[in-house]
């Protein structure tokens, strides 16, 4: 009996201790760091705007830290000022609230309260620069915070090096969002009779506009404006599928 006891006890430390071990330690990174790249142009373009089936889970009330929240049930005319900061490689490929995977160069972010998913433009206040981003987890649970960026959207508004910026959001939805014109980057080089050649050829085969912008001295050759986004879709397939793999769409408002 002792010894039937005695094994006992033993297993159930050993289960214990196990289980500890794993809730501790879901992260395999005990502090956040910065990735070890910058992020790709593709991958510092707005999100997309889309139409979305909220998360019924993640619009429940909860607890953190002993402090409740009450989600919104629709963020139309949602504005606020605040303190942002970023996420990234200790919580890339962890899912998020709802179910999603994080991916510390796509444009999402974390918020206490607003639905998920839905969509915000945030404004770095110092120096103007906006991003649009997929909200799809919760946090950041400081008092101090408003919203937590991926890395990516930290880098493009310019605060990645600091950690946190002032910023204002604003949510946008599909009714709300001003109409965007897509043009395709298809290539860029130095020597302007090439671009030009380039587009004279394009527009010919695609039947679409092209235009050549200059940038120190590099030449980037746009094709568009497109209206219709799985028309742009259709065309940058078939630009990457004949030679043109680093073609990539770009969005004006």
């Known amino acids: 009996m002792k010894f039937t006891l005695r094994v006992l006890i033993t297993v159930f430390l050993i289960l214990t201790l196990s289980a500890c071990s ?4 879901r992260y395999h990174m005990r502090h956040d760091s910065a990735p070890l790249r910058a992020p790709t ?7 997309i705007i889309t139409d ?5 889970s993640a619009s429940r009330p909860y607890t953190v830290l ?15 000022e605040g303190i942002a900061s970023w996420y990234g490689r200790k919580f890339h490929g962890y899912h998020t609230s709802n179910g999603e995977t994080y991916d510390m160069f796509a444009m999402t972010a974390a918020h206490k309260t607003l639905p998920l998913p839905s969509f915000v433009k945030v404004t770095n206040t110092a120096n103007g620069k906006s991003v649009i981003v997929r909200v799809n987890d919760r946090g950041p649970f400081h008092d101090d915070r408003i919203i937590d960026l991926s890395y ?7 605060y990645y090096t600091h950690g946190t910026a002032r910023v204002k959001l604003e949510a946008v939805t599909l009714a709300g969002a001003t109409v965007r014109q ?18 004279s050829t ?14 120190d ?35 004006t408002q």
């Open 217 to 251: 001295d590099i030449y980037r050759l746009h094709l568009g404006p497109i209206k219709d986004t799985p028309h742009a879709d259709e065309v940058l397939k078939k630009l990457k599928q004949n030679q043109f793999q680093n073609a990539f769409l770009l969005y």
């Open 22 to 25: 794993s809730s501790s330690n």
């Open 152 to 158: 990516a959207a930290a880098y493009k508004l310019g």
């Open 41 to 47: 142009a593709l991958e510092m373009q707005d999100a």
């Open 202 to 215: 394009l527009r010919e085969q695609y039947k679409l506009p092209t235009n050549i912008v200059q940038k």
């Open 52 to 56: 979305v089936t909220k998360s019924a």
């Open 66 to 80: 002993g402090k409740s929240y009450s989600p919104m049930l629709d963020e139309s005319g949602y504005s606020e």
């Open 182 to 199: 897509t043009y395709i980057q298809v290539a860029a080089g130095s020597t302007l009779a090439n671009i030009e050649a380039l587009a």
